[in-house]
Structure formats: structure tokens, C-alpha cells
């Protein structure tokens, strides 16, 4: 069965801290993809990568950092946390043709006190 | 801009039809997506088109109109496993994916 991992379901922080938020897929995808999720918004872009070592900014990318230092896992880095990052974080992957088929993670739950 | 509209939220009864329409307005068009997702759960791809016209997927179709920028997710035959929430995407010209806030569907007994 496929699967993309996302380390964390829930996480709460405080205000400063520094966040990492890792996810794996088994499947071998180039693409993958980080989103935050809120209630009433669509899902938004944060970071996208199509290859290691690879990344490229998304429609939200401020106040975000991305590393994908092996092909399987794409981390995303909140240099330091506020309150208005707090969110449903969204990792997904696809094969290298566009088809928009995305695979999710089940999401990371980030509460910033 | 680009814009992607769904009702927020719609009830139905088990065992009936329900039809969730999306309207969009991107920059170029390669593809409209619907994804289907649980409370607390991952999305879920549910259907693809890229052409005009319905598809067809079990209980799940999925229409498609590009002069009038509109899709619909028709669901048949209601189970309240159907319950979640559907999305509606658009593949821009970028190949980048604009999404829609989303379809809250409650299904009633």
C-alpha cells in the first residue's frame, strides 16, 4: 500500500521556536509537495520540489524554509514559529507526469502559543 | 485573479443523489481535479477531467464544461460514508493546482 508519512499528527510550540516538519513517501515520486491548510481557504502552496536538492517557493513561501536532501523526504522548517502558522500542514508527492494526482499525508496538526 | 468557487457546505439523505458544483477562473486550464476528504483524514483523489463531458466512476461521476468553467461531482446512491468534505481543483497553465475551500456534505439518515 502507498503511503506518505508525515512524522508528527499533532504538535504544539510556543512563539520563537523552531519547527520541523518531516515527511516520507515509499513510492518513489520526483514531486512533492508541502500545503497548510485553514478552515474556509482552499489548500495553499507553501513549498514545491521536483527533484533532491531541489525547491521552489509556492504561493505562501514567507516564514517557511524546505529542505529534500534524499529523494524520499521532504522536510518543512518554520525558522521560527508565530502564531498565525498555526494550521493543518499537508505533505503530498506525485509521479513525475502532470497529472495532478496528488498522494496526502494525513497531516500535521501545528498549534504556536 | 485566479478563483475557484464550491458551495461551503451542503445536506443530503442517504440512498438519495446530490450534485456539488465548482465554478472556476484560472490562467489556462490543463485538467480539474476532485478530491474527496474525511474528517481529520488525507484527501483522497476521487476523478480527473481534462475533456468536456461526464465521467463516470461508480456511485461518483464527475461532469465537465471549459466554455462555461464549470465542473460537477455527482454522487449517487448516498451512503453516510459518504460524509467528508470535497474539493475541486484546477490545473492552471503553469501546471501549478488552484484549489477550492471546499464542500462540507452531510449526509442524513
Known amino acids: 500500500d502507498v503511503k506518505v508519512t508525515q512524522s508528527s499528527r499533532y504538535l504544539v510550540k510556543r512563539t520563537g521556536e523552531k519547527v520541523f516538519l518531516e515527511c516520507v513517501q515509499d513510492m518513489d515520486h520526483e514531486n512533492m509537495f508541502w500545503y497548510r491548510q485553514d478552515p474556509g481557504l482552499g489548500l495553499r502552496l507553501i513549498y514545491f520540489?521536483?527533484?533532491?536538492?531541489?525547491?521552489e517557493k509556492g504561493d505562501i513561501p514567507e516564514g517557511y524554509s524546505v529542505s529534500r536532501e534524499k529523494k524520499e523526504r521532504f522536510s518543512l522548517i518554520l525558522e521560527s514559529a508565530s502564531t498565525n502558522q498555526t494550521s493543518m500542514y499537508l505533505c503530498?508527492?506525485?509521479?513525475?507526469?502532470?497529472?495532478?494526482?496528488?498522494?496526502f499525508g494525513e497531516g500535521s496538526r501545528l498549534t504556536v502559543l | 485573479g485566479q478563483n475557484i468557487d464550491q458551495p461551503t457546505e451542503m445536506t443530503a439523505t442517504e440512498g438519495a443523489i446530490v450534485q456539488i458544483n465548482c465554478t472556476y477562473q484560472?490562467?489556462?486550464?490543463?485538467?480539474l481535479f476532485w478530491y474527496q476528504q474525511h474528517a481529520g483524514e488525507a484527501p483522497t483523489f476521487l476523478s480527473y477531467?481534462?475533456l468536456d463531458g461526464l465521467e463516470e466512476k461508480g456511485r461518483f461521476s464527475s461532469f465537465l464544461s471549459r466554455s462555461k468553467g464549470y465542473s460537477y461531482l455527482l454522487l449517487k446512491e448516498l451512503q453516510m460514508k459518504d460524509s467528508a468534505s470535497y474539493l475541486c481543483a484546477v490545473m492552471d497553465s503553469n501546471y501549478q493546482l488552484i484549489w477550492g475551500a471546499g464542500t462540507k456534505l452531510i449526509i442524513k439518515p
Open positions: 477531467n481534462v
Open positions: 520540489s521536483y527533484d533532491v536538492k531541489m525547491k
Open positions: 503530498a508527492s506525485s509521479p513525475p507526469q502532470d497529472t495532478g494526482e496528488l498522494f
Open positions: 484560472t490562467s489556462g486550464f490543463n485538467g
